[in-house]
């Protein structure tokens, strides 16, 4: 018997090793990341911006998304707002053309879902009219200076780009102050890291711009229910770089309770569960050809996530335990492991300036952890959520601190 639990041992500490030191790269290139040089780039003027926003009944939110576009720092005549009102039975389509949006209304119920709604927006776009295309969701607020930093990147020769993806109601609930501080680590840690080592993003489904030169060349075709993973894969195959930019935020409205966000999650994991043996191929396909970034995206989509690898991290343990009549390693790696993950915890709390309420808030982690450990393993055995469900709503309060109060 403990030779079998040293077996597992071996195996869950070897998976948490790996994938710990795998996100601990990119923290370590972002801490350690060098003043940013002022780039000289001569900004012939503000690019000509379509703003697309898929949303499907979302007459609660849809006004303010709008509105929070049309605040931000870029010329009104440079940014057209486009909203795809996808088989909606509420108000959305009304609600969003008061609020001085071009409404698409899309009446397909057997092509629902988000990747479907944007390659038929897309399709229907004069992309001749535009310079670049910017996607965010309904329930999102757009930072003042999105277009701002969007318009600086694309004028340095970007084509693609991915903005950080905050949270618009951090403070609401114990459950959206503890995800506050794993958006840092996703957003600045981990993508900010790989782009101050050079690599490439994924798409996160908001925040994202691409230069219309992209998209006549290659149109949207991702429709599965992960359709910003494998949009990614796809933009990565064909060579194109995906840049993350930090400083371009929009702030998405976050599940305040266990309840409202299972749909949400379940629908995530099963989007990364059905997307494995193309990540698996990109892998190949990318150390082989030395397109460093294809395989990179491969092995991020094969690793576990935060909470994936939390989880394993404390199954490891257990199976440690067990084996220490045989060898006590992976008992080690296994705290290694562990010290990792909550060094990482701690160094966002710092990078975000937290109060007391987000440093209490982590004493929520093992319910969390029960909680995302049911949906992923649900997901991996084929209890998925492969129709697009929405996700309940209610109206945006006055917060929206973000990230630069979070950071």
């Known amino acids: 018997m403990s030779g079998l639990a040293a077996l597992l041992a071996w ?3 070897a998976a948490v090793v790996t994938a710990v030191s795998y996100r601990w790269i990119f923290t370590a290139a972002w801490l350690l990341r060098p003043e940013p040089d002022e780039e000289e780039v001569e900004v012939e003027g503000p690019r000509r911006f379509a703003l697309l926003i898929p949303a499907h009944d979302e007459e609660l939110l849809v ?74 969701d309904a329930d999102n607020l757009i930072d ?10 694309l004028a340095c020769g970007d084509r693609i780009l991915q903005g950080y993806d905050g949270l618009a109601n951090p403070s609401e609930t114990m459950l959206t102050r503890l995800i506050a501080v794993t958006s840092v680590m996703k957003n600045l840690f981990f993508y900010g890291g790989k782009g101050v080592l050079g690599l490439s993003s ?14 006549r060349e290659a149109r949207w075709t991702a429709s599965s229910i992960g ?70 995206a491969g092995a991020e989509l094969l690793l576990p996530t935060y909470a994936m690898t939390l989880n394993l991290t ?36 710092r990078e975000m300036r937290a109060t007391r309420p987000f440093v209490v808030s ?31 709503r209610r109206a945006h309060s006055s917060e929206v601190s973000g990230p630069r109060e979070e950071r």
């Not at 999105?146 to 990147?153: Q, V």
């Not at 798409?203 to 998209?215: H, I, N, R």
Request: charged content about 20%.
């Open 144 to 153: 003042p200076d999105f277009f701002h930093e969007m318009n600086h990147r």
């Open 202 to 215: 994924l798409l996160m489904g908001t925040g994202m711009v691409f230069a219309t030169a992209v998209l």
């Open 11 to 13: 195996l869950g500490a």
């Open 227 to 296: 359709e910003d993973l494998e949009q990614s894969l796809d933009l990565l195959s064909a060579g194109e770089r995906i840049r993350f930019v930090p400083e371009a935020r929009v702030y998405a409205q976050e599940a305040s309770s266990f309840q409202q966000g299972t749909v949400q999650r379940q629908r995530w994991s099963t989007g990364r569960q059905q997307l494995r043996m193309r990540a698996w191929r990109a892998l190949r396909a990318g150390a082989a050809t030395r397109q460093w970034d294809l395989a990179d």
């Open 314 to 349: 404390l199954l490891t343990l257990l199976a440690s335990l067990a084996a220490l009549p045989v060898t006590p390693l992976p008992l080690a790696a296994g705290l290694l492991a562990l010290g990792a993950q909550g060094a990482e915890a701690g160094l966002a709390l």
């Open 63 to 136: 006004e303010a998304a709008i509105r929070s576009a049309r605040a931000c720092h870029h010329p009104a005549a440079a940014l057209a707002v486009h909203v795809i009102a996808d088989n909606c039975t509420d108000r959305t389509a009304e609600v969003a053309r008061r609020a001085g949006a071009e409404v698409l209304e899309r009446n397909e119920p057997g092509q629902r879902g988000k990747g479907q709604a944007l390659a038929w927006g897309l399709a229907r776009l004069d992309l001749e009219r535009f310079d670049a295309v910017a996607i965010v």
């Open 362 to 392: 982590l004493l929520l982690t093992p319910v969390f952890l029960v909680w995302r450990g049911a949906i992923d393993v649900l997901a991996l055995f084929g209890f998925r959520s492969d129709r697009w469900r929405r996700t309940a």
